[in-house]
């Protein structure tokens, strides 16, 4: 399938499109990369160059898409971090596009704003996503951070999780880094109808991306027609399986490259994360 992905590029390691892209090109995907800001690496680095691109510059590229006849090929948009506030209006528009020509295209948005209990986008970044591109979401993939941001509400546990993931009001929540007692972490999935969650062993120093990764996965997962409990142990599996080789070696960089077979639907991951109901 063909997804238009709009996020960050880097030069060095595999954060936003340095992830996502490979990870979707790994299974098959044809992805057309849009960059919301090109640094040299992620900001973990003690340097980072670079800088947000203009928003009249991603609406040329996209323009450049349209005229060709290619959005009117794409079956889904992958939105993530963005450079400026100004950028959610394009990528609304691109959004808007796509399912002027095909309606049943999904459009998966990342908040990618902050976390740690902090935020790193740029000032009004967060309340655009939240304006513009919120209400055209099928899927919606924030941290807990984000997700608390976006709806006011404190999260402490999975419960939590659910009444903010309900509050969004999307066809698809799936909340990220849900605390579960002291030594794991959970994804919650909650769709119309039912709600799954998934935990795993909290992994100390991870590297950075595994939001990144864990969307584009998690997007596969749902064009290969998986359902909501299907695709979130699929993409909780993969990614933790990449973070926790990542953490064994030491890796500044989630070793996307070394672990690539692992982000496959029928590859046999070192833990299989069984996810289930919440009621």
Same mark, same amino acid.
């Given at each position: 399938m063909n997804i238009l992905s709009i996020q960050s590029e880097v030069v060095y390691g595999h954060v936003g499109q340095g992830a996502a892209r490979f990870a979707l090109q790994r299974q098959g995907h044809e992805v057309w990369a849009l960059p919301t800001v090109l640094?040299?690496?992620?900001?973990?680095?003690?340097?980072?160059?670079?800088?947000?691109?203009?928003?009249?510059?991603?609406?040329?590229?996209?323009?450049?898409?349209?005229?060709?006849?290619?959005?009117?090929?794409?079956?889904?948009?992958?939105?993530?971090?963005?450079?400026?506030?100004?950028?959610?209006?394009?990528? *609304?528009? !691109?959004?808007?596009?796509? =399912?002027?020509?095909? %309606? @049943? #295209?999904?459009?998966?948005?990342?908040? $990618? /704003?902050?976390?740690?209990?902090?935020?790193?986008?740029?000032? *009004?970044? !967060?309340?655009?996503?939240? =304006?513009?591109?919120? %209400? @055209? #979401?099928?899927?919606?993939?924030?941290? $807990? /951070?984000?997700?608390?941001?976006?709806?006011?509400?404190?999260?402490?546990?999975?419960?939590?999780?659910?009444?903010?993931?309900?509050? @969004? #009001?999307?066809?698809?929540?799936?909340?990220?880094?849900?605390?579960?007692?002291?030594?794991?972490?959970?994804v919650l999935a909650a769709g119309k109808s039912a709600a799954w969650f998934a935990s795993t062993p909290r992994l100390a120093d991870a590297p950075h991306g595994a939001g990144d990764l864990f969307a584009a996965q998690f997007l596969a997962a749902r064009l290969a027609g998986c359902d909501l409990r299907t695709a979130l142990e699929r993409a909780t599996s993969s990614v933790f399986h990449i973070l926790n080789q990542s953490v064994a070696a030491n890796s500044h960089e989630m070793l996307l490259i070394e672990e690539q077979k692992f982000l496959a639907a029928n590859a046999h991951m070192?833990?299989?994360?069984?996810a289930h109901e919440i009621v």
């Open positions: 640094l040299s690496s992620h900001a973990g680095y003690p340097r980072v160059e670079g800088e947000p691109v203009s928003p009249d510059l991603l609406r040329r590229l996209l323009t450049g898409l349209d005229a060709n006849g290619w959005l009117q090929r794409c079956d889904a948009v992958l939105s993530g971090y963005l450079g400026s506030p100004a950028q959610a209006e394009v990528v *609304g528009e !691109a959004v808007r596009k796509v =399912r002027a020509a095909n %309606p @049943l #295209a999904l459009y998966c948005l990342d908040p $990618v /704003f902050g976390d740690d209990g902090r935020a790193y986008a740029k000032p *009004g970044v !967060a309340e655009a996503m939240a =304006r513009v591109l919120l %209400p @055209l #979401a099928d899927i919606v993939t924030p941290n $807990v /951070f984000e997700l608390s941001s976006l709806t006011s509400v404190q999260i402490r546990n999975v419960g939590d999780a659910l009444v903010a993931a309900r509050r @969004l #009001a999307r066809p698809v929540v799936v909340a990220t880094s849900v605390p579960e007692g002291q030594d794991r972490l959970g070192s833990v299989v994360v069984r």
